[in-house]
């Protein structure tokens, strides 16, 4: 059975009442004139239409690694691009340079967005934007966003960490329910994008880190590892106590 995320409970939901009015009045004219073809055609389109809708919004499982020095993709989709960029709008990497790497999502990808690993939020940004199309080079700064940063924890070492949700040219509202101070555990799902978007990663320019995807990979929320963390060989203990996200 196919599980149908409540971010989109009113399209589903109140798309599949509508189906059902549509299809019974359907099949009550298809009666009464004795259209039955007709009728049934109808209602099958009507069918189709609903699964279609209903398709968007499907959760489907995903086993998240559990390698403690892998950091896994926030999005479904194809990898467009992966650099160094100045992003002083992002509170955690105003200072400086971050790696960022953008996922281009399109229509038939699931569109639910997952923590890339275990981070405490400590800040979040809306911007009002344009609906550039999501693979346009001006998307990433003009469209509609949803920023959440904070402190990322990979075994004890602490990091700055963000995600943004871009809208596109069809996706034109951001879901992203949580809250400064909440901890997200790698791989849990924090909220959506509805229809084609753009979501992006940042992580700091520092070596420390090894960027495991190229472009034009497809990668899944919260299963495919894009990064990994590569521990200090001169520490003999991970673990920072002080600084460890509990």
């Known amino acids: 059975m196919i599980k149908l995320s409540l971010y989109g409970i009113r399209e589903w939901l109140g798309c599949g009442i509508i189906a059902i009015l549509l299809i019974a009045i359907a099949m009550y004219l298809a009666i009464t004139f004795k259209y039955y073809v007709t009728g049934w055609i109808f209602s099958g389109f009507v069918v189709l239409v609903w699964l279609c809708i209903a398709a968007f919004f499907r959760d489907p499982p995903r086993t998240i690694p559990g390698d403690p020095d892998i950091l896994v993709s926030p999005a479904d989709g194809v990898v467009r691009d992966i650099g160094l960029v100045d992003c002083p709008e992002i509170k955690c990497f105003e200072d400086g340079k971050s790696r960022r790497i953008g996922i281009f ?9 997952r923590a ?3 981070m405490r939020i400590e800040y979040e940004m809306y911007k009002k934007g344009c609906f550039h199309d999501a693979r346009d080079g001006r998307a990433s700064k003009e469209n509609e966003s949803m920023t959440i ?18 809208s596109g040219a069809i996706a034109r509202r951001i879901v992203c329910p949580v809250r400064i101070g909440q901890l997200l555990e790698k791989g849990r799902i924090f909220g959506m994008i509805k229809f084609g978007s753009r979501t992006e990663l940042y992580l700091p320019d520092s070596d420390d880190f090894e960027i495991l995807v190229k472009e034009g990979d497809k990668v899944y929320a919260g299963s495919t590892p894009i990064a990994r963390f590569k ?10 106590e002080e600084q460890n996200i509990k």
């Open 231 to 240: 521990l200090p060989p001169d520490e003999e203990s991970p673990r920072n």
């Open 105 to 113: 999502l399109s229509v038939l990808n699931v569109h639910l967005n």
């Open 149 to 166: 940063g904070g402190i990322g924890d990979m075994d004890g070492y602490n990091f700055p960490v963000a995600v943004k949700q871009i």
């Open 116 to 118: 890339p690993c275990r």
